[in-house]
């Protein structure tokens, strides 16, 4: 085995030798990997979220103007608005409806048996995880893109359809598994009550929805969350209280 060049000196880099050297092929990925970055680093998305620009010791009337180039929310929000049409916040808006239910799913069925635990999941963790996750896509738009939506109807209709979606999905994995060959009347119960408890729950939350977005247009600011805990709130101890009624029909022999 060649031993290395005992010579402390910099004559042996490569870049100093005659005959110069060959560049690592693997560089040429790291190289896209950092163009990407650095376009991503200049996106007006990625600009506005690290700007301090709308911090209040940094206002006009403090340090005057602004140097340009630099953006604050307010300015970004809207100029972001007149950039999207109709058509794209109708195909956005549809999108979102479409793929809630299948993504909030994953959180359905959590908990089983009656062990204390299990009841708990069943009256309360399952609840708060169902009742966040179906209205979590249109929660993430009204957070980091409020502009795709253009009025409050369009919130309204993904966590309803969205809420739909995921009670059917969640019918059909009770009547083909949990509860193969069900009675009329269970089916009936689920496919009417149950749905509709779905979806009255998904209204609940999505008003909270509503309001952080239209506090975010009336005043051009940065979406506040907070606005929205005491509907997703609401809507989740009502999905609880159902569920525990519905524990106890089970615990005193009630058959639907």
């Not at 009656?114 to 609840?127: E, K, N, Q």
Request: aromatic fraction near 12%; proline fraction near 5%; charged fraction near 20%.
């Amino acid at each position: 085995m060649k031993k290395p060049p005992s010579d402390p000196s910099i004559r042996k880099e490569p870049h100093l030798q005659r005959d110069g050297f060959s560049k690592d092929m693997s560089e040429r990925k790291a190289d896209r990997v950092l163009d990407k970055s650095r376009e991503s680093n200049h996106s007006k998305e990625m600009k506005v979220e690290r700007t301090v620009w709308d911090e209040p010791a940094l206002s006009a009337e403090l340090v005057g103007e602004r140097p340009s180039g630099e953006l604050i929310y307010s300015t970004w929000l809207t100029d972001r608005r007149g950039e999207i049409s109709f058509v794209k916040s109708t195909a956005i808006t549809m999108g979102i409806a479409l793929v809630a239910g299948p993504i909030a799913i994953i959180g359905a069925f959590y908990g089983s048996g009656r062990t204390v635990f299990s009841i708990l999941a069943i009256v309360v963790f399952g609840p708060v995880i169902e009742e966040v996750m179906k209205v979590a896509m249109a929660l993430f738009v009204v957070e980091k893109r409020p502009f795709y939506f253009r009025s409050s109807f369009q919130i309204i209709l993904c966590v309803l359809a969205g809420s739909f979606v995921f009670s059917a999905i969640e019918n059909l994995v009770y009547h083909h598994w949990y509860v193969p060959n069900p009675p009329a009347k269970l089916v009936q119960w689920r496919w009417t009550v149950c749905v509709a408890l779905h979806m009255i729950c998904s209204l609940i939350a999505g008003l909270g929805l509503v309001r952080i977005w239209k506090r975010t247009w009336k005043n051009l600011e940065r979406p506040q969350m907070t606005l929205a805990y005491p509907f997703v709130l609401a809507a989740a101890i009502l999905h609880g209280i159902y569920n525990g009624f519905v524990v106890v029909l089970q615990y005193i022999g009630f058959h639907f």
